[in-house]
Every structure is written in C-alpha cells, then in structure tokens.
C-alpha cells in the first residue's frame, strides 16, 4: 500500500455517497469527466492476440545498414528493438518489400550487397551466407519470414534462397513469401489472370517445398502480399481465395499491404498531411473499404491474414509529417484498428527511398546515392547525409506503448463508441482484455496541437467505473509538446525520450486520483492500466 493515507480518505468518502444513497454530496469533489461505455466483458472483442501483433518488414536492400553483420550488429538499433521486446512481446521479422523481388543468394558471397546505379537506384541486391548467419544477433526468440524473389521470374533464384534460409536458420522460420505486391508486376506476365498467377504460384510453392529440407515451408507459405490497388491482375486475398489460391493447402496466412497515404506523386503527396494522417473516420475508412474485404475473405475460408507490410505514406513518408510525433499516434491508432478487425499480426516497414518505385515522388536518395531513409522510419539507423545523424524519430515511442498494451498474452481488443460531444475524426479509444476481464484502456486524443493552437484540446475521461475495488488505475502517457513535434529529445512515453536509444529521464506512472480522471490533452494517448503488475518499470 504506497499511500494509505489517500487510500482511508478515498473508502471514507465513497462508503459516505454510499450511506447517503446520493452522487453529488456537497462535500464530495465530483467527477466530471466523460464517461466512457465500456463492456465488462470481452464478449464481441477482437481474437486473442499474439505478443508478435506489432512486428516489422525491413526493406532487404538496406538490411547492413539498419542491422550490420554478423560481427558487428548495428547497437542502436538493437538497442531500441531490446526497449520493446524486454516488456514482454515478441516482434516477428520480415526482410521484404520492394528489393526482396531482386534479391539474391550466393553461396560465396558474405554480407548483403546492393548493385545501382548512380542515383541510388537498386538493380539487385546479393545475400550470402553472412546474411543469415546476422539474424542470429536478434534477441532469443525472435522468428523470421524467409522472403524469395519472385520478381525475377527465376526458380532457381526463388529456391536458392528458400533453400539457403532452410539451411543456415531453419529454427527462426516461421513463414515463407514468395514475392512482393504483385500488383506492381508487369501483368502480362500472366495475361492479367488470375488463374495463370495462382498455378505459378503453387508450381513455385510446391517445387520449393520439394527442394527445402524436411518440409520446412510445406503450408507455411503466405499468399498474396498484394497492396489495395485495383489493378489489372487481380491478385488481392479477396481475389485469390475464390479462385483457389489455397487448393493446395499450401496457405498459412494471407497477407495485404496498407498504404492510405504516399507521396510517390504530387497529387496524393498533397494530401500526405498531418490533418489527414490522424482523421480517425478516414483510417477506418480505408481499413474498412480498402482492406477488410481481403481480411473478411480470409477469416471466412479459415485462414488467419496478417498486414504483412504497412506505414503511413507510401513512397518513404513525407517530411515534416511522417517525422514528427504525429506519425506516432499514426501508429498506435492503425495498429489497433487492424488489431479489432482480427488480423494475426502486423508488419510496420521500415527502409529508404528507392528511387526506381516512382519517377515522380517526392523523396529521393542522398546525392552521393547512399541511403536517404523513410521519414516514416521508428530510426535512422546510422549516420547519412540526408537525415543526419543516427537516431530513433518521434514515433518511436509508438512501439513502447503498443508493447504495454499488448504484452499480456491473449489480449483481445474492442474499439469503443466516441462518447457524445467528442469528434469521431479526432478521438479514438480502446478496451484491451485478458481472460475475458478488461485490463487496459488507450485514449488517442488526435485533435491537432500546434504552437499556435488557441486551445489544447484537454479532455477529461472519468474511468472511475472501472477501477478495481481500491479505486485505483496508472496511467502511462505519450507526448510531446505539439503533435508537429520532431525533436525526438522532446517526445515522451511515460517521461522517458530515446533518442539515441537508451532511456532518457524517470518513468512516469500517473496514479488516477479518486475522482476517476484522466485527462488527455490534443495529440496525446494514453495507456490505463487497471492492474498494478500491469504498470511496466515501476
Ligand atoms: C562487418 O562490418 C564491419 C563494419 O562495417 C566490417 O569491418 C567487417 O568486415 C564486416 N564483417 C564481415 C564478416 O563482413
Ligand atoms: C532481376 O530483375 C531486375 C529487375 O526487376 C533486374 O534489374 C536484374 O538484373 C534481375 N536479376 C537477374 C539475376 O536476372
Ligand atoms: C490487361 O488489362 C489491361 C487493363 O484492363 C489491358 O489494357 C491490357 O491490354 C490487358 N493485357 C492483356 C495481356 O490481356
Ligand atoms: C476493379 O476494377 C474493375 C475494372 O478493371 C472493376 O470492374 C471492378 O469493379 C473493380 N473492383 C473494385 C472492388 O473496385
Ligand atoms: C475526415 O475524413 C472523413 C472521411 O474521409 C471526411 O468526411 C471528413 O471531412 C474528414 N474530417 C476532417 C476534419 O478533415
Ligand atoms: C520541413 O520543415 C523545415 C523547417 O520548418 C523546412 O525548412 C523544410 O523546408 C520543410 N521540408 C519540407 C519537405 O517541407
Ligand atoms: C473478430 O473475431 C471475433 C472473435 O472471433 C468476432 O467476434 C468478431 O466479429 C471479429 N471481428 C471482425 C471485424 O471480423
Ligand atoms: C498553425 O501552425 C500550423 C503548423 O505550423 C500551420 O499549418 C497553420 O497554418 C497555423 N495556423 C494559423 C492559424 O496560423
């Protein structure tokens, strides 16, 4: 009991409203914050979570960059993947995008090797047995997609490197893809069917699985990783399922690429903005119309669908908005809107311009054509000329706090209504349950706090109801001083910053006084904890 004093007053008070059989005694401070509706129960929440739901995708090309070798791994980001993983989840590992359809295994080749051009453009990039043996510096426990090249339309390149991943770290597989977006493949390769994709596929798949020692990738494969596009070959899960993609009983899970945003053109680079990345009602949006068809599709034929790689903006972010802690509360409300729709995991990517994906974006490589990385990246891995120097950004923090929500196994999510008086395109809240009893709850005020704003958009939530029979909840919050915030030093969760990736400041665990309230400013989240053996580092 760390403060008896409180705790006597609170039961007095309380059993004082009790015996007068009325809320709004004179003497007793009122609560006046927002209620929320939140069920008791789990009944009509999301499946029970894995602790791999926030996982990564590292684009391929820039795999020495963001890791190093074998010999020497890349401390700060070992460092920062070490903060999420010791709070207790379990992040899976996909080498994939763009430059895994150019990848390539050779047995005499060491540590991955990009061939480009002077812009930075990456032809190729060629693995060898260096850079399996670099995943063995990732944290016990840590599992991995192998990833195969279907871009170069080569089996021999496909099985190479499904062969060679068997080979050197078949206890850290747990699935195979065999290319990225097919969608972006020249679609007459299969005549723009459907059906001439699916029998290469399963030609591939299968020739694979005969060539992989013991099995390993036999119905372990994911199928589709296409983006939303329509395209002319129509390879989304939602298509694929019906014409028989999983005839084979070759599918594991499906995988759908989530892109609401880009920049890979002016026209959609106009709407890349901070206003637009946190319109709540625009993320469900797209997450209902864009993505959950595919989703729904999986779940009905029984198979389980993974984001298999998403961020906010496509084509590397766009500065100024992906960069700042806007991108932050980006994450923590995506995340968990594809967490209640049932997908098994989540894969956050992370990588650098690649100039080839579109003549028109807005990024681009460094002059010197060396890496000019994603501003929606959680770090800048090393040192560049483009993005200075090595350091985690804004949204790194996003991960801690989806860590603390997600960390007890098992959890189920619940999106809960916008109360009245609050706006649905600037708020959004989540129920996290484990055993069936609600554990946590996230409040994302996205309402937009800049220097200039005339208000801060405070909102106050009385949680009162929910609290344990001592009245008691934590709070652990993720802020910043403006939602345009870019200085990492000054972007917080629970009072601690990383910017160069070991914990800055005291952890900040905020009890919830005996009114029940917790406030929350614009362009903030927080994360109740109803638990004390809940609250993390305390
Ligand atoms: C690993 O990277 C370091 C630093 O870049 C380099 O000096 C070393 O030669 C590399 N080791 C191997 C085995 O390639
Ligand atoms: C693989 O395809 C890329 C273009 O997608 C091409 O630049 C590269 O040369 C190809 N590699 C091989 C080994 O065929
Ligand atoms: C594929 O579809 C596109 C768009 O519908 C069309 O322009 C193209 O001619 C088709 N290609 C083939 C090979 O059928
Ligand atoms: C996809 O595009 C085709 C035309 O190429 C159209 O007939 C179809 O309705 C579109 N599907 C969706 C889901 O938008
Ligand atoms: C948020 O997005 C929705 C759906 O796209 C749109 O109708 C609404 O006007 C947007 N709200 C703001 C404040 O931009
Ligand atoms: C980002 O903001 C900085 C500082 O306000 C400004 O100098 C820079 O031009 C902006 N960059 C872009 C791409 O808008
Ligand atoms: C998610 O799964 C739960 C539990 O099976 C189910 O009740 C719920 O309807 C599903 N939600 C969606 C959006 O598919
Ligand atoms: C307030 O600041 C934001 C971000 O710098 C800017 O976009 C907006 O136009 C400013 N608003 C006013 C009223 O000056």
């Not at 894995?50 to 074998?70: D, I, Y």
């Not at 068997?166 to 097919?182: H, T, V, W």
């Not at 989806?402 to 109360?419: D, K, Y």
């Not at 109801?465 to 910043?480: D, E, F, I, L, S």
């Amino acid at each position: 009991m760390r403060q008896p004093s409180a705790f006597l007053v609170r039961v007095w008070l309380a059993s004082l409203s009790l015996s007068l059989g009325v809320h709004a005694h004179p003497f007793v401070e009122q609560p006046k914050g927002i209620e929320l509706h939140i069920p008791r129960t789990a009944s009509g929440a999301s499946i029970e979570h894995k602790t791999s739901f926030s996982s990564f995708s590292f684009e391929p090309a820039f795999w020495v960059e963001f890791f190093g070798n074998a010999s020497q791994p890349n401390e700060l980001t070992f460092q920062l993947l070490s903060h999420i993983i010791e709070r207790g989840v379990q992040p899976t590992i996909r080498p994939g995008g763009i430059t895994m359809d150019s990848l390539i295994f050779d047995a005499s080749a060491s540590d991955p090797v990009r061939t480009m051009n002077e812009e930075g453009g990456v032809y190729r990039t060629t693995v060898g047995p260096a850079y399996y043996e670099s995943w063995s510096n990732f944290p016990t426990g840590t599992k991995f997609v192998s990833t195969l090249n279907f871009g170069n339309e080569s089996l021999d390149i496909a099985r190479d490197m499904a062969v060679a991943s068997a080979q050197y770290q078949r206890d850290k597989i747990l699935y195979f893809e065999l290319g990225n977006e097919p969608t972006n493949y020249p679609p007459e390769r299969w005549d723009n069917s459907t059906e001439a994709y699916i029998r290469q596929w399963q030609d591939w798949t299968e020739s694979i699985d005969e060539a992989v020692e013991g099995d390993l990738s036999r119905g372990k494969w994911w199928a589709s990783s296409a983006t939303t596009d329509n395209t002319s070959l129509h390879v989304r899960p939602a298509d694929l399922i019906p014409a028989g993609v999983d005839s084979t009983g070759q599918v594991s899970e499906y995988s759908i690429h989530s892109y609401a945003f880009s920049t890979c053109d002016p026209k959609r680079a106009a709407l890349a903005t901070i206003p637009n990345i946190l319109n709540h009602t625009e993320l469900v949006r797209y997450a209902d119309e864009e993505i959950y068809p595919s989703a729904k599709a999986a779940l009905d034929s029984g198979k389980g669908w993974v984001i298999g790689e998403f961020n906010s903006i496509s084509c590397s972010g766009a500065p100024n908005v992906s960069d700042t802690f806007a991108q932050a509360l980006w994450v923590v409300d995506v995340q968990l809107i594809y967490a209640v729709r049932n997908a098994s995991a989540v894969y956050l990517h992370q990588g650098a311009t690649l100039v080839f994906q579109s003549s028109q974006q807005v990024n681009e490589a460094a002059d010197d054509g060396s890496p000019g990385y994603s501003t929606y990246d959680l770090f800048y891995p090393r040192d560049s000329s483009k993005r200075g120097h090595a350091r985690a950004l804004p949204s790194y923090v996003s991960q801690l706090f989806l860590a603390e929500a997600l960390n007890t196994p098992e959890t189920r999510v619940r999106a809960l209504e916008t109360p009245e008086g609050l706006s649905e395109d600037h708020f959004s809240a989540y129920a996290f349950y484990s055993d069936g009893a609600l554990r946590k709850l996230a409040l994302i005020n996205m309402q937009l706090y800049f220097a200039n704003s005339t208000s801060d958009h405070t909102v106050s939530f009385d949680v009162s109801q929910h609290c344990g029979p001592q009245g008691k909840a934590w709070v652990k919050r993720m802020t910043a001083p403006y939602v345009d915030t870019g200085e990492t030093e000054l972007v917080t969760w629970a009072g601690q910053s990383f910017e160069n990736g070991s914990p800055i400041g005291r952890v900040e665990v905020e009890e919830v006084r005996r009114n029940g309230i917790v406030e929350v400013k614009g362009s903030e989240a927080v994360l109740v904890l109803f638990n004390e053996g809940d609250v993390y580092g305390w």
